[in-house]
């Protein structure tokens, strides 16, 4: 993946709860619904060219537009703020 990516991948990516639940249940909504997974991608840590998550949207958007965020976030950059700023930013690019 590393070399396709030309990334950094760190060896405990995806995260356990990503590769358990995340990665089937996404696998099974693009089963049913193709355009799922244009509401799911990868978290790069830009300056590093490090892979570190995984962030979509748990279900397609409601009839007003709303959706539920879902990231993971492996442990080399877990502190409360890593998170935030990620989805702070999928939510500016998106708009």
Partial sequence: MSQILGLEVPRDFPSEPVREFV???????????PSFGQWSGRVVHVCDAILIGTIGFKT?????????IGAGIVDILSDTAAPLS??????????
């Fill in 60 to 68: 397609t958007p409601d009839e007003l537009g709303n959706v539920e």
């Fill in 23 to 33: 990665l089937p249940m996404t696998l099974d909504e693009l089963g049913r619904d």
């Fill in 86 to 95: 990620v989805c702070m930013q999928f939510i500016i690019e998106v708009i």
